[in-house]
């Protein structure tokens, strides 16, 4: 059944290729919802649309199409350069949905290139335009990716905002769709929650995208196993945020609940509670939930990110039970994989230049199919354009390198005053009280006795371990802590391992970022880039490059 099909779809999409060559007209609906099936064969009808004086697709439209097409492929230096054709055109204007679906391509496009002031600013047009339309739906779609947007730059507290600003406005409704959108908030928000370590505001948020999901339910009209998939994802999130905040009982009351779920039954569903189980030390589950994902991700390319927390997942669980050979040979090949990432990535963005580069110059035969006559003239003032835009493009990419340049020093060079003044022993000033002074000399003599066991180096690493190595009461902890650095105990771990992290890159130039990050105790490199972003205002690449240089 299932080649019979594939053989209708090719005949049919060969068709519409035979009729396009002949200049017939086509639908832009129709084309609309081919592109994702196969986006090439609608790439090669809108070449032959546009060779073609008798198409009635519009010029906006066949650019929105190639944009989509080329989306689905990921070649994102097209998807910004269809994207721009397409908003150039006046006649969008009074088009809302395409020229909405136009910027948020562009802005996905954007996001993609690290272009994070323009993404937002894309994406507030589109905000606009949503607005005025009355497309509620949409405007809940659009604060979602302003709000992961702005996570992305670092900006947290905007994503926290955009994402209230989402939950109020599509709260109250009674559209599923509006729904669907609000429970989408809350889990960007439990994980973001979840990312910087509150784990207690995390939890409550899950419960509410809970009650959100029993609304969707009781309205109706949501696509067949929709509400199971999001309550096994949002149990799985509160029972790892339960476990991290040392609420076990609800952690298994979570886990417990998600189990009764369809979805938990799947390889995928239960993928989605490895973390939780991991944090639990359930190592035996652990590899029982990750095992029927083998199959699966072996049919297909390993070199992805899936595969990669696969692995990484399984050497901890071995890792947990004593098997120490075999987690060892699994973090190899974790890395190996990450490795091959990097060069995927790269080997992409050279073949989207050639896209380009192809594109424009198929861009220029078309001119000359047109208009031979004026060729040369046209050809002349291109280039002299093409010629005054890159020179523009060069120096301001170099200011722009300048500018990034002294920043990152500027960082790097407060990240090592900041290292070396905590290196120097802190001096009891002259006048000061006996108490204060006691109670300075027991905090260096604690702080002292943490660095030399370098127990904060272990992922499960609290104030309790403080407590133990130091011998001191809790409540002592905590108040030196609190006097003396002006941090809760969860902030004060953090800089310690942030600030052992300097050390190791100085130390060891050769070993990973992700090394560097499981060496000082992080699970995630995404927390360790927040951390150390938050202390020292640089990630930590960026660091380790300005001491390099």
Same mark, same amino acid.
């Given at each position: ?287 029982? +939930? ?5 199959? &699966?991700?072996? /049919?297909?390319?390993?070199? %992805? $990110? =899936? ?129 204060? +002074? ?5 905090? &260096?003599?604690? /702080?002292?006795?943490?660095? %030399? $066991? =370098? ?95």
């Amino acid at each position: 059944m299932k080649t019979l099909f594939t053989y209708i779809l090719i005949v049919v999409l060969l068709t519409i290729n035979a009729y396009s060559a002949h200049g017939e007209n086509f639908s832009f609906k129709d084309l609309k919802q081919k592109v994702v099936e196969n986006p090439d064969s609608v790439l090669n009808v809108l070449s032959n649309l546009e060779k073609s004086a008798k198409s009635r697709i519009p010029a906006y439209q066949i650019a929105l199409l190639k944009g989509i097409a080329y989306n689905e492929k990921r070649n994102f230096l097209l998807v910004e350069k269809a994207a721009k054709e397409a908003l150039a055109s006046d006649s969008i204007d009074n088009k809302e949905k395409e020229k909405l679906n136009a910027l948020t391509l562009l802005s996905t496009a954007q996001t993609y290139f690290g272009k994070y002031t323009e993404s937002i600013a894309t994406l507030s047009e589109a905000m606009k335009l949503a607005r005025s339309s009355g497309n509620l739906a949409g405007e809940l779609n659009i604060l979602l990716t302003m709000a992961k947007t702005s996570f992305e730059m670092g900006n947290r507290d905007k994503g926290y905002e955009y994402l209230d600003q989402m939950i109020s406005r599509g709260g109250a409704s009674r559209d599923v769709k509006v729904l669907a959108n609000v429970s989408s908030g809350y889990g960007v928000k439990v994980v973001e929650l979840f990312t910087d370590d509150k784990f207690e505001e995390a939890l409550e948020e899950g419960k509410k995208r809970l009650e959100v999901i029993d609304r969707i339910d009781k309205l109706g009209g949501a696509p067949d196993g929709y509400t199971d998939q999001q309550r096994a994802y949002t149990y799985a999130r509160i029972a790892s945020c339960a476990q991290y905040a040392g609420k076990n009982d609800e952690a298994r009351s979570a886990y417990e609940a998600f189990n009764k779920t369809v979805y938990a039954s799947t390889p995928a569903g239960r993928a989605c509670i490895v973390d939780y189980l991991l944090k639990a030390k359930d190592w035996e589950k652990v590899l029982a +939930a990750t095992a029927p994902l083998y199959p &699966i991700l072996l /049919q297909g390319d390993t070199i %992805n $990110s =899936d595969y990669c927390s696969l692995l990484s997942s399984e050497a901890l669980a071995m890792a947990g039970m004593g098997n120490y050979k075999e987690a060892y040979i699994l973090s190899m090949r974790t890395a190996a994989i990450k490795d091959s990432l990097i060069n995927r990535e790269n080997t992409m963005r050279a073949r989207e230049l050639a896209s380009i580069f192809a594109l424009n110059e198929a861009d220029i035969n078309l001119l000359q199919t047109k208009a031979e006559l004026q060729r040369k003239h046209i050809l002349l003032i291109v280039a002299i354009v093409f010629l005054i835009l890159v020179i523009i493009i060069l120096v301001m990419l170099y200011k722009s390198y300048k500018k990034s340049v002294r920043e990152q020093k500027i960082a790097a060079k407060r990240v090592d005053e900041i290292i070396e003044r905590n290196q120097i022993d802190e001096k009891i000033r002259g006048g000061m009280r006996e108490e204060e +002074a006691n109670n300075q000399k027991l905090f &260096i003599e604690m /702080q002292a006795r943490v660095l %030399n $066991s =370098d127990i904060f180096n272990n992922s499960n690493f609290n104030r309790e371990n403080i407590v133990a190595c130091t011998g001191l009461p809790r409540s002592k902890v905590i108040s030196l802590i609190e006097l003396f650095t002006s941090l809760t105990p969860n902030e004060y771990i953090n800089k310690l391992r942030v600030e052992h992290s300097v050390k190791l890159i100085h130390e060891h130039p050769d070993w990973t970022i992700d090394a560097i990050a499981e060496e000082c105790g992080y699970v995630r490199r995404a927390t360790f880039y927040s951390h150390f972003n938050k202390f020292f205002g640089i990630t930590p690449a960026q660091y380790r490059k300005q001491k390099k240089e």
